[in-house]
């Protein structure tokens, strides 16, 4: 993990929702104590369990965050991209870090120190206010998500997660979607919640169906409104 130049740290955190209504001279505090750090790929960035020491603003790259389970088994919690803050309850309690961050391609972070923000926060509490409210949709983003994945069968948690990564990684390229995410079949399968014989049955399926091409480097969605259609059958 590599120190590095935070110019324009201001300037980036500011497209953030829970920074973007601060005045120049709020950002420029917490400009002030951000930290930015070059990651290389399949780096650590920290890992479950461990003490809480800062939250991570996501400049260039991919991370990943799972959790293990008792039997060691990956239950991935979500793939973060360019833009994306993590962990999102950080600044609010003492709990370790709920999950493991790893880079999956080099990455570019601002890391704030928790402990440098709480004081940051209590000296100024409008940055706190506005950061619990988002903070608080976050939360409801996130329980709206487990409701869904949670009340659907294994073939339609495969279709609302492949619509997802059209929605929050896909770029559009003629009439395809190309989905850049280097992603294993079992991490795509422990996304879900089933097995990776199960996950690749269905994904094989839906490539003879010419709706998607994946391959370990990318998901290629050849009809968007084909995969909705079936979802919502």
Known sequence: MTRVNKENAAEFLQQFPIFQDLSPEELKQVEEIAISRSISKKTVIFSEGSEKEAVFFIRTG???????????H???????????????????????????AVAITPTSLLAI??????????????????????????????QDKLQVLSGQDVRNRVLSFLLMLAEQHGQQHADKIIINLPMTHQEFA????????????????????????????????????????QRDA
Do not use: W
């Open 62 to 72: 991919i991370v990943k965050a799972y959790k293990t389970d008792e039997n060691g």
């Open 74 to 100: 990956e239950q991935i919690v979500s793939f973060l991209k360019t833009g994306d803050m993590f962990p999102h309850t950080g600044f609010f309690n003492a709990h370790p870090y709920p999950a493991t």
């Open 113 to 142: 120190p928790v402990r440098h923000f709480e004081r940051l926060m209590l000296s100024t509490p409008s940055i706190a206010i506005k950061i619990m409210r988002v903070l608080g949709d976050k939360i409801r983003e996130l």
């Open 190 to 229: 422990n996304s879900i919640g089933t097995t990776r014989e199960t996950a690749n049955r269905l994904l094989n399926q839906l490539s003879k169906d010419e709706l998607l091409e994946v391959d370990r480097s990318r998901i290629i969605i050849h009809n968007l409104q084909a995969l909705k259609e």
